[in-house]
Structures are given as C-alpha cells and as structure tokens.
C-alpha cells in the first residue's frame, strides 16, 4: 500500500513543476538549437553541435558542479546575479536549471530528427509559392516536427523528473523548496526504517512516468489524425 | 511574357551555358535526361544561383551577376509545378491549393480560386488528405496550388513523368484548359517530343549543358529532326 507524507506529496509536486518549467523554458531555445543545426550553414556550427550535446556524456555531478561555478555568489556571473538581486544556488530557480541542461540535448536530438525528417523540397515549393523564411518556419517545419517536439518535450519532461546528481550540487536536498522525487528517495535510503517510504516514492515516480508516455502517445496519434 | 537569359552555371562535371530569348505564350524545354533541363529550371526559379550571367522576366531583372541583384523565389513570382508533386501532406487538398493565394498580395491576385478548382475538376478532392490522392490527381492540385499563387510565369518540370499515357493526356487537356482560360505563360520542360507537341509553341533544345537548337514546335517535329533525337537520344521517342 502506497504512503505518503505531506513532505512527499511537496516532492512529487515540485518534481512536476520543476519538470515542466524546465521543459518549457528549454522549448524555444531547443527548437531554434535544432533549427540552426539542420537548416543553416552558419559557421560554427560544429561547435554549437558539440555545446549542445556536451551534457549527454558529462556525468550530471559535473555538470551540477560547472552550473554552481557559473552561478555561486563568486561565480562567472555572481555578481550580475547580485545586482538584480537574483538567486539560483539552493532555489528552486537552480533545480529548473539543472534539469534544463541535463535534459537540452535530448530535446534538441529529438527535434532535430524530425527536422532532418522534412523533405527539402516542401521548402522549396513554400518558397515559391511566395513564403518567406518565418513564414516556411511557421507553415512547414513547426507543424512537420509536430511529433519529435512531443517526443522530445516527453523526453526531456521524464529526464527531468529523474534528475538527481546536477540538482542535488546546485540546488541542494531542502524539503518544500528544492527536494524533489529522487532527492527525496535518497533521504529514504539514508534514514533507517525509510525503506517503505522510499519504495512508496518509486511507485509514484514510475506511474508518473507511465503517464508522460501516455499522454505523449495520445498527442502524437491525435496530430497524426488530425 | 519575353523571357531573357544568358547564364553559366558550373558543376564539378557538368556545365550550364544558356544565352536565348523565349518569347511564346507556351515554350518548351527539351532534352534528354542530364541536359541541364532541371537546372535550368532551378536557376529560373531561383532555388539555384548561377555563377554569372543574367535573367530578365520582361521588365524585371530577376538575376544580374554583375548588378548584385538575386532575387529570392518568393519575391521571383513563378510558380513551379515540380516532377513530384510535393503538396504538404500536413495539410488538405484545400490547404495546399490555398497557400500561394493567402501569400498574394490582393492587388495581385488574377482570377479565384474557385474557377481554377473548377477548372481544374478539384471539387471533389478539396478535403481529402493529399496522402490519399492519385498521381494525376496530385499532379491537378499541384498546378491549381502553382496557379493560385498568381505567378508571372508557370514552370512545369517533367509534371508527367510516371503518369499512364491516358492519365499524361487528361491531364494536358486540364492544363490547356487552365492556361488558355486564366492566360498565363508557361515554360514546360520535358524530354517528351509527344509533350512538346501538346504543349508548347517554341521550343529550347538542351544537350550537354548547351543551347543544341531554338526553334517552333512545328520545326521540331519535322522528321528529319524527329530522326536527329532518336539518334541522340534513344528515350525520346519512346513517349512519341
């Protein structure tokens, strides 16, 4: 039988707050990330390639750790931080973050797939057809990539979910305010007799899961009827 | 419509040299495959530069190496019906023919799209899904959709090929109809001599990238040089 305390109920909430501001706020810069990757032959590209999927192979510790290096009080951008009186260390600001960057590329991948997907010659008709680049932008690929910016909204959503090692270095394990699922399965772990609590957290997690897919099942086979 | 062009286009192994003038209401471009037909259709449209040179479409200089001027294919107002169709097939039938008429300027527009569907026989397709159309029925819709973009000039790139001889013909008198009735000029590029006969008046004989000859419909079919093509290019008379 699942049991859950108000303190898990404040994880599971913040999971799924964290989760969808992280996918939300990665959304616009995933989409133009994939959109320069496939569609553009500016230099450098190569290097943005190598920027975006950096945090795929980096061990998610690493990366909690360079993102408090970048955003700590005597950090690379401490002080502008300090002037607008912002703070992203130990706040649930850092957690969005971390499941940001831990989970770009998977977004990016996956909309860029479908990107790759799109036959250039739609394009070129749109072009002649009088369409301007926004215009081919908004009326060929976005609907075209419909499905892999689901899929990759769904991916990067479950990641984030799951996000432990980033999150736990930048934003820290503070009940109510920056402890989510994962975090909080660890506390479990560490606490004698947590064991019940912690399997109890698990169920959740998975069936939250079940239901990210699902719903992304349902959206993908709407949009393809419709 | 008086179409001016003197261009060069270079590949690794191939080159484009196009110097002419068409001046018909209906030309063709003829040749066998990899003559530069489809090129030469690129470079018009504008979805390829070419190295130097230059291209007037009666008053307006669509491309001028030496002025710097290009214009993009948006701005060239030519319409292409490609070999494959390429309809969007994230919209219906009405979507794709309507897209080129919601970008027209309405001072611009010639015509409605309701007498072109009618023209054309669409009615019945407008909300089908393009997925589930015909090859000749793809190939209507494609020309409706290039149509009702209201362009100066129409280029068709072998719209034919693939098609049964009955279908090619159904679908010539749907394009004669359409083109005689909204009048509008037409370059059809083709390697086809039966093609060039139903549809075009002037026709531009490509081999090898080159000019080969500039001559009537009527000259091309003659049998003397129905004989010249058979010999250099077996396929052609095979559509004859």
């Known amino acids: 039988m699942i049991s859950l305390s108000p303190q898990d109920i404040q994880a599971i909430v913040l999971s799924i707050k964290v989760a969808t501001a992280a996918t939300l ?35 998610p510790v690493v990366i909690g750790y360079l993102l408090l290096l970048l955003f700590g009080r005597s950090g690379a951008l401490g002080p502008l931080l300090g002037f607008f009186d912002l703070r992203i260390v130990f706040h649930l600001k850092g957690a969005v973050i971390a499941s ?26 749109a072009r002649t057809l009088g369409a301007r680049w926004w215009d081919r932008l908004y009326s060929i ?51 004698p007799g947590g064991d019940r609590m912690a399997l109890s957290l698990c169920l959740v997690s998975i069936a939250l899961s079940f239901v990210v897919l699902l719903v992304s099942e349902a959206s993908a086979r709407s949009m393809k009827k419709g | 419509m008086l179409l001016q062009m003197d261009i060069k286009k270079r590949f690794a192994d191939f080159e484009l040299q196009v110097n002419c003038e068409l001046a018909a209401g209906k030309c063709g471009v003829f040749g066998p495959s ?13 979805l390829l530069s070419p ?26 107002r030519i319409g292409v ?4 169709a390429h309809l969007f097939p994230h919209m219906n039938v009405r979507g794709n023919l309507l897209y080129g008429w919601q970008r027209t300027a309405v001072a611009r527009r010639q015509g409605t799209p309701e007498a072109i569907i009618e023209v054309l026989g669409l009615s019945p397709l407008l909300e089908r899904r393009v997925t589930s159309l015909s090859g000749g029925e793809r190939q209507r819709v494609a020309l409706g959709r290039a149509m009702l ?33 909204f009048g509008m000029p037409l370059l059809f590029i083709s390697h086809s001599l039966q093609e ?34 058979s010999n250099g290019a077996p396929s052609l008379v095979a559509c004859s």
Not at chain 1, 40 to 56: D, H, I, S, Y
């Open chain 1, 25 to 59: 706020f990665s959304l616009p810069f995933g989409f133009a990330a994939a959109y320069v990757l496939v569609f553009t032959k500016m230099p450098g590209r190569a290097l943005l390639e190598g920027v975006v999927n950096l945090p795929l192979v980096l061990p």
């Open chain 1, 100 to 125: 940001a960057v831990v989970g770009f590329p998977l977004l990016v991948r996956s909309i860029r797939l479908g990107m790759d997907g799109i036959d250039h010659h739609y394009l070129q008709a």
């Open chain 1, 141 to 191: 690929i976005l609907p075209l990539s419909g499905r892999a910016i689901l899929a990759g909204m769904t991916l990067m959503f479950a990641r984030s979910l799951g996000e432990f090692g980033a999150t736990i270095i930048l934003a820290g394990n503070i009940p109510g305010v920056t402890q989510t699922i994962p975090l909080a399965i660890y506390e479990y772990t560490n606490t």
């Open chain 2, 34 to 46: 990899g003559s530069g037909k489809s090129t030469l259709m690129h470079i018009l449209a504008g």
């Open chain 2, 51 to 76: 190295d130097e040179g230059r291209i007037v479409l009666d008053e307006t200089i669509l491309f001028d190496s030496d002025a710097g001027i290009n214009l993009p294919p948006q701005q060239r």
């Open chain 2, 81 to 84: 019906v490609f070999q494959q």
């Open chain 2, 149 to 181: 973009a209201c362009p100066r000039l129409i280029l068709m790139d072998e719209p034919l090929n693939g098609l049964d001889q009955e279908l090619k013909l159904q679908i010539i008198a749907y394009l004669d109809r359409v083109l005689t009735e």
């Open chain 2, 196 to 229: 060039m006969e139903l549809m075009t008046d002037e026709v531009l004989v490509l081999g090898q990238g080159t000019v080969q000859q500039h001559l009537n419909t009527d000259e091309l079919l003659r049998p003397e040089q129905r004989g010249l093509f």
